[in-house]
Structure formats: C-alpha cells, structure tokens
C-alpha cells in the first residue's frame, strides 16, 4: 500500500524540565490545538517530549498523559539536565515530520496558534517565529527586564546580520524539515533558540514572524538565569561580529588584487 501523500506529518516538540505542575494543562491545550488543526486538513501528529533530567515527577506525569493516546508520543529522557539546546538536538534526530514545531512546555505561548503559524508555511515561509515583540502581539504580565532582555537583542541581531526581525529569543517556532537537517548549532541552553534562526538566516532560508501573546506562565518557575544568558548572547554576537569583520576583510583583500 503507498502512502497517502495527501497527509501532512507534523512532528511537535516539546522539551521539559521538572514541568510537574503544568503537564495537566500542556495535555489540555495541546488536545484543543491538535482539533483545531484537524478540521483544516488532514494532518499526521507526533508528539516528542525531551524530559530534559527532571527531578520531579515530570516523566511519570508524560507517561500518564501522553503515553498509549490517540497521538502517538515519544517520551526521551536525558538522565541529568542539559539544555533546552541540547534537549532540542534530542528531539531533532528522532523527529519522523515533514514539519517540526518546538515549543514551551509551559504554555507561555498558546499551542492555539499552531493552525495559523502553520498556515504561513503553507504559504511559503520555511520557519516561522511566534512573535510577542511583532506590533500586532502582544505582552502579558511578564517582567520588564525579560522584555527589556529580548528587544534589545532582536536590535542588535539586526544590525549585525541587516535583517529585520522583532524576536529571536522565542521557542514557538514551525519548521520546514528541511532547515533542522541543514542548519546546525552548538548552544545547549537558552541560547540555542537565537542561534537556529541566525543560522537559518545566513543559510538563506525564509523566516516569517507571527504576532502572538506571550504570557507569564502559571505553574512552576522559570528556568532562565538571565546573567547566564545574557553573556551567551555577548559571546555569540561578538563571534558574529567578528565573523563578519573577517569576511569583510577578504572581499577588500580580493578587490584590491584585482
């Protein structure tokens, strides 16, 4: 029997780490989107949830939930705490999708709108990026200095690669699987999600942004450690810089021989 080529497969990812209290309402939101994704057409789902060394009873807890469903789940453990980074490379190498969705555990951003992101790959987009920092998204109850945080690097990814992006920092993202076998990355923390889009971005590939609302997150605590990040980004960016300065360099050397 040939497979039917009219069914899209979707491969969404899902990296946790210690998630206890909010599995419960992941498994809700995900079912509502996962709906409302079917009535548009036909669409193949995979779930692949990272337990990125949990403590707490967050893979008992994806087992009860997501284990044996309708949607098939895959549930990889890493025996100790990695990275959403590395969580994400995980997931990457045991994605079956043709398109691949990475998102929060902590419905920080509504899985609702993976419909309507998905509709502008559809459209031609090979990434597409939810986007708070958009003018038409919005922010809800989240700290100033995440926001301060996040907006002034989208300014300064911009300036170093000219591009025109309002987030970078955003896990909500869907893939073409073509950009996560073709685009690599090294950052195992919260870095990674910034250096997958420079990387997609220099590789030539279409990047679209999604308005959407980003809102504090209900259960348990956030793991970002914001100096810790913040000197990732510095180093990365500086590494950009130089990249580009080096490159600079070998177009006037050239120019000048000829």
Not at 156 to 178: D, K, P, Q
């Amino acid at each position: 029997m040939q497979n039917d080529t009219s069914i899209i497969r979707i491969s969404v990812i899902v990296p946790c780490f210690n998630e206890e209290e909010g599995i419960a309402q992941l498994s809700t939101k995900l079912n509502t989107a996962f709906h409302r994704l079917r009535e548009k057409q036909a669409y193949k789902i995979e779930l692949v949830f990272v337990d990125d060394g949990s403590s707490d009873s967050t893979a008992a807890l994806l087992g009860e939930f997501f284990d044996g469903k309708e949607i098939p789940a895959k549930i990889i453990r890493h025996a100790t705490n990695q990275g959403i980074g590395a969580a994400q490379r995980t997931a990457f190498q045991a994605v079956t999708g043709d398109y691949v969705v990475t998102m929060d555990s902590d419905c920080t951003y509504d899985p609702i709108e993976i419909p309507n992101m998905f509709s502008l790959i559809e459209s031609g987009a090979d990434v597409v990026v939810a986007s708070p920092y958009h003018p038409e998204g919005r922010v809800w109850n989240v700290p100033r200095y995440r926001l301060f945080l996040s907006q002034n690097l989208s300014r300064i990814y911009n300036w170093v690669l000219e591009a025109n992006l309002y987030t970078y920092t955003s896990l909500f993202r869907v893939y073409r699987r073509e950009v996560i076998e073709k685009v690599s990355f090294s950052a195992d923390g919260f870095l990674s999600t910034a250096e997958i889009l420079v990387n997609a971005i220099s590789a030539g590939f279409k990047i679209q942004e999604y308005p959407v609302q980003l809102c504090l997150r209900r259960y348990g605590i956030s793991k970002i450690k914001i100096a810790q990040v913040i000197l990732e980004h510095i180093k990365f960016i500086s590494r950009l810089l130089l990249e580009r300065t080096n490159i600079l360099k070998r177009s006037c050397c050239y120019g000048t021989e000829n």
